[in-house]
Nanobody, 127 residues
Framework: QVQLVESGGGLVQAGGSLRLSCAAS????????MGWFRQAPGKEREFVAA???????YYGDSVKGRFTISRDNAKNTVFLRMNSLKPDDTAVYYC?????????????????????WGQGTQVTVSS
């Protein structure tokens, strides 16, 4: 059974940084696409970042240049480094995994392409 456990969320001031972690079990992160999505109150869940099996990284427009996705294969963990945080980044952040193999980034933006999700971790950015 595949399980994804997020951690690292919390309260931070605008301009600050956080690093989220997603520990996977039941699936080897290097062999699957891994993504981060977020959902703010009253809004749809939106794509944040993904890393493919080919080590290509993809980012949503609102986080480009500020967030970085990476993975540690030895720890079977995916990270999301978030810098220059803004109040608009406040949301629950979810880790997800997909068996999709693609060189097209748009395929990783789509929620329905992901088959397992974590429970989420809250990130709150104060102004």
């Amino acid at each position: 059974q595949v399980q994804l456990v997020e951690s690292g969320g919390g309260l931070v001031q605008a301009g600050g940084s956080l690093r989220l972690s997603c520990a996977a079990s039941g699936r080897t992160v290097s062999n699957y696409g891994m993504g981060w999505f977020r959902q703010a109150p009253g809004k749809e869940r939106e794509f944040v970042a993904a890393i493919s099996q080919y080590d290509f990284a993809y980012y949503g427009d609102s986080v480009k240049g500020r967030f970085t996705i990476s993975r540690d294969n030895a720890k079977n963990t995916v990270f999301l480094r978030m810098n220059s945080l803004k109040p608009d980044d406040t949301a629950v952040y979810y880790c997800a995994t997909t068996p999709l193999r693609s060189y097209s980034g748009t395929n990783y933006y789509t929620r329905s392409n992901y088959d397992y999700w974590g429970q989420g971790t809250q990130v709150t950015v104060s102004s």
